[in-house]
């Protein structure tokens, strides 16, 4: 494939890579550089390179020639509006980004420029050279950073304000459930997909990414910090030693009005959804996984048993813990009625329902997208609803989700978006 050119090819989930030989060179990579970690490394056969890149730490090179030498300024720039704006269009009054992966603080200026309610002197300035974009109204942005990016926080208190601000940090405790990174209590199903195709060892089951202490020392840190945390867990063991970490720490930190978040929630167990509501941990689903994978994972990769218990929006729903449902752009586009559609239905791409009582209902699955996420960052008295002395955030649609069939849902389109009153054009 292109010869002549190096090529960088992106897996959905953005935890897998695979570059030809070209790429390798170009950045300096051979069959002898050794794995930046454990987790993330450059697959060989035989000793030669397959082209694989796992997780973002072995991909870090690739990425910074690409920033040096193709993604310039003017096109970040050009690329962040766009994306603002196609959040809008599609329904999104605020947005999360839970783990920007970037290197210096120029992209948070730039996202502060495009959300917040007043102009920075300094994006005033950018603005007048042409280096920004006019400003316009646009969806309310709020930033998880990365926990190994903390260095980028500003030192300006407060660090957020009710338009645009850092509210977080985020670790990863387990990687993705296609690459065999997701930290599993049994081992991945041993099938021609996981074995044969995504070359998963028999009997593996991942493992965590981080050393229980070091994860504990992040905790505390960032708990003492006042930022709230958000970790990505996908299996069902990993679900159970982040879950240990806050109890053995519940001891000497106050959790009560912390709401740390647990984000994807794969493969969450029933008892696990217990401890968190006793802890004040509130998962955000990542209810794609269903449509897109939902027929993968359990035929592939983990089976009929525990594919039945998937995404646990109901259960949680019963047990009475707030939740949101999140789309993981970029991995995929954030269309609000396409999240609540899966939510209700739990069908796969194929129409296979998997988890009948896990379905919510549509009212359920829409506040888990405004009233209960805004809960979920601290905003719910101001956004999440309408109501006298909040903010007037809504949008309109082209018909009434609540009248039509649950699999017209997906169909449903966004007219007009408004921020704070303001049409977002």
């Known amino acids: 494939m292109a010869p002549d050119n190096p090529v960088l090819i992106f897996s959905q989930s953005l935890h897998s890579y695979w570059a030809n030989s ?9 069959a ?4 930046p970690s454990k987790n993330s490394y450059y697959e060989k056969k035989d000793g030669v390179l397959t082209g694989l890149i796992v997780e973002q730490e072995a991909v870090k090179p690739f990425l910074d020639i690409i920033k040096r030498e193709t993604l310039t300024p003017a ?16 329904g999104n009054t605020t947005i999360v980004s839970a783990g920007l992966t970037i290197t210096d603080k120029k992209p948070l200026m730039l996202a502060q420029h495009l959300s917040d309610e007043k102009v920075t002197l300094l994006g005033s300035v950018l603005q007048k050279i042409g280096k920004f974009p006019k400003r316009k109204p646009a969806p309310r942005h709020f ?3 990365r926990y190994d990016r903390t260095n980028l926080i500003p030192n ?3 660090l957020a304000n009710d338009f645009y601000g850092i509210i977080g940090v ?4 387990d990687g993705a459930p296609y690459i065999g990174s997701m930290y599993l209590n049994e081992p991945y199903l041993e099938s021609a997909l996981s074995v044969g195709k995504l070359h998963i060892p028999k009997g593996h089951r991942g493992e965590a990414l981080v050393k229980k202490d070091d994860f504990r020392a992040f905790i505390k840190k960032s708990h003492q910090q006042g930022l709230q945390i958000a970790i990505h867990v996908q299996g069902d063991a990993a679900a159970k030693e982040v879950l240990d970490a806050f109890e053995s720490l519940a001891g000497e930190l106050d959790f009560s009005q912390s709401k740390h978040r647990i984000e994807h929630c794969l493969l969450l167990p029933q008892k696990e959804l217990d401890r968190m509501k006793s802890l004040n941990i509130t998962p955000s689903f990542h209810i794609n996984h269903l449509y897109y994978y939902g027929d993968a994972l359990k035929s592939g990769l983990v089976g009929e048993e525990r594919a039945k218990m998937i995404l646990p929006v109901g259960s949680a729903a019963k047990k009475g813990i707030r939740f949101s449902l999140h789309a993981d752009q970029p991995m995929f586009a954030s269309h609000p009625f396409k999240l609540i559609q899966t939510a209700v239905e739990r069908k796969t791409k194929s129409g296979m329902v998997i988890g009948e009582e896990q379905k919510i209902s549509v009212m359920q699955a829409i506040k888990a997208l405004t009233i209960d996420a805004a809960w979920q960052i601290n905003m719910d008295d101001r956004i999440g609803s309408l109501q006298k002395g909040k903010y007037a955030d809504f949008i309109i649609l082209d018909r009434n989700p609540l009248d039509i069939s649950t699999d017209q849902l997906s169909h449903v389109k966004c007219v007009k978006t408004f921020v704070n009153g303001e049409l977002v054009e």
Do not use: L
Request: proline residues 5%.
């Open 143 to 145: 930033i998880y950073m």
């Open 75 to 90: 096109k970040m720039v050009a690329n962040a509006t766009k994306v603002m704006d196609d959040y809008a269009h599609s």
């Open 32 to 35: 002898e550089t050794p794995a």
């Open 156 to 158: 300006s208190k407060p």
């Open 22 to 30: 070209d790429a390798f060179a170009k950045v300096g990579i051979s």
């Open 170 to 173: 985020k670790h990863w405790y």
